[in-house]
């Protein structure tokens, strides 16, 4: 089970570099347990699909960004590094691949709030990603607490940066 992080408690003293060429159903848990569990990591290269590349890097108001694009933000500075054209794979796949930098913050982008409570706010407005969150974070955020993080509720989800996030999670959570 390569998400199973089991390994990765032997290994604890770090710091840590991780290069791995990540097949496409476990490069985005892994990345992301990893960067929740695994401190001693401090840096990553990893290949993956292309796809999943721009995710991880993708900024606010793209299509590509997403709940994952929060986590790699809040935890890392990452940058694709270089494209990979699988026309340098025998066999050659049907899609490209790219090589992704993750460089672990000092600290996290967002002081003061859990993570775990802060990706659950985000998850919850992914969920329904093309809704505005009044209506995503219904039953979670009032419109009092969306006016004192200074975050409009009218915004979707790929609107707010993870400042914004960690804004509207200290609202919620306070």
Known sequence: DATDLAWAVELDGGPWSLVANLPYNVATPLVADILDGVP?????LVMVQREVAERFVAQPRTSAYG???????????????ADVPATVFLPKPNVASALVEFHRRDEPAV??????????????????????????LAGLVSSEQFERAGVSSDCRPEELDVAAWGRLCRKVTS
């Not at 001693?40 to 990553?44: A, C, G, L, N, Y």
């Not at 003061?112 to 009044?134: C, H, I, N, Y």
């Open 40 to 44: 001693f990591v401090r840096h990553m």
């Open 67 to 81: 709940a994952v694009s929060v986590k790699v933000s809040y935890w890392s500075h990452a940058r694709i590094v």
């Open 111 to 136: 002081s003061d709030v859990e993570p775990q409570e802060l990706f659950s706010l985000v998850r919850t407005g992914f969920a329904q990603r093309r809704k505005m969150l009044r209506r995503s």
